[in-house]
């Protein structure tokens, strides 16, 4: 397992009086001890570690894994409860989000009557909620990549476009400026559409007069990057002018007062009050923010709902928004690095109402 991060899930170990745990989330495996591949579990126990896979993975694991032993099994419930076994483990933890019932039960099938299953739920979120330096590289280089696309595709932001060709472009720009893949579908929400907090590009033209929300990222190395832009094609409406003045505010109150210490839901109530005063509170559904990293949304949920509190490390969105139905809608999103005395934007892209020509 990667050196600093052992530690931690023995003391998980420890704290669920647990023998052993097994990963099978790629994104904790990948985290804890460096395999890409698709398929494989990492078995930990108080002293040991291995990292189990199939023989379509067995030389990529051995140039990746950072694990006490790597062994190759046929059957992965078989190789794996053999493994425990050996071990004679008694308790042995899993995470409850990422293993299907029917996996558990072939699990069960296999092992003999003296091992327990225990489902975990999320036992690595608050181990991975705080980014190790090269971590936060990982995303500022995809934030870099990402801002770089959006800038070659801007020619494109212009009437007579479709939402369709617009998302294809960024993806194309993203990948050829070197990302390996698009963190999410690209949201490209014009006019009408823009109401939508989740309107995947369509076919849709873009005309002048509206404004455009375009919420896109893209993967680098396993780090994600997530941001959302609105832009105007020409001159818009005073109320759409005015929504976007709106979420600019309430996301910029938002930034200012993250500092290491504050309850993640009061970050979600500077935001929140803000566009309630302005008379929009019932036009804002979702929760702030979320965390980002090995996954787009992942620990911790920045909503009214939140319990934990904002630490130095913690990378998360914060991304206010304004729906009209029927009439449009604006969205204001940017990831942050919580620092000592208060937070850092990863995310390069002015947020300021860019005015596009129509
Ligand atoms: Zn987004
Ligand atoms: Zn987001």
Same mark, same amino acid.
Do not use: I, M
């Given at each position: 397992m990667i050196k600093d991060r052992s530690p931690r899930v023995r003391q998980l170990l420890n704290d669920l009086e647990l023998d052993a745990f097994c990963f099978f989330h790629r994104p904790n495996m990948r985290y804890l001890c460096g395999f890409t591949g698709t398929d494989g579990v990492l078995a930990v126990t108080a002293d040991t570690d291995c990292f189990l896979t199939d023989s379509r993975y067995a030389t990529q694991a051995s140039a990746e894994v950072v694990a006490g032993a790597i062994r190759e099994y046929k059957s992965k419930e078989e190789g794996l409860v053999a493994w425990l076994d050996e071990r004679q483990i008694k308790r042995v933890g899993f995470e409850a989000e990422h293993l299907s019932c029917a996996a558990l039960r072939r699990l069960r099938e296999k092992s003999p009557a003296t091992l327990e299953w225990v489902a975990v739920e999320r036992p690595v979120a608050s181990l991975r909620g705080i980014k190790g330096a090269d971590e936060v590289a990982g995303l500022e280089r995809a934030t870099a990549l990402a801002a770089a696309a959006f800038a070659d595709v801007l020619p494109l932001l212009t009437p007579g476009s479709s939402e369709r060709d617009v998302a294809l472009a960024l993806e194309m720009a993203m990948r050829r400026r &070197? &990302?390996?893949?698009?963190?999410?579908?690209t949201i490209v929400a014009s006019g009408p559409r823009g109401a939508l907090p989740h309107g995947v590009a369509s076919d849709k033209l873009l005309e002048a007069g509206e404004l455009v929300t375009i919420d896109f990222g893209v993967c680098c190395d396993g780090y994600h990057s997530d941001e959302t832009v609105t832009v105007a094609l020409g001159n818009v409406s005073a109320e759409l002018a005015a929504i976007h003045a709106i979420v600019l505010a309430a996301h910029d109150l938002a930034i200012a007062a993250i500092k290491p210490g504050l309850p993640l839901c009061q970050i979600d109530a500077v935001a929140r009050d803000y566009i309630v005063a302005q008379g929009y509170g019932e036009r804002f559904g979702h929760g702030l923010g979320h965390g980002v990293g090995l996954e787009v949304h992942e620990f911790p949920t920045v909503s009214p709902r939140s319990e934990e509190v904002a630490s130095a490390g913690m990378v998360f969105t914060v991304e206010p928004g304004i729906y009209l139905p029927g009439f449009g809608g604006v969205r204001i999103e940017d990831m942050v690095l919580v620092t000592v005395d208060g937070c850092r934007r990863?995310?390069?892209?002015?947020?300021?109402l860019l005015i596009l020509p129509a």
């Open positions: &070197g &990302g390996d893949e698009k963190a999410f579908a990863l995310t390069r892209l002015e947020k300021n």
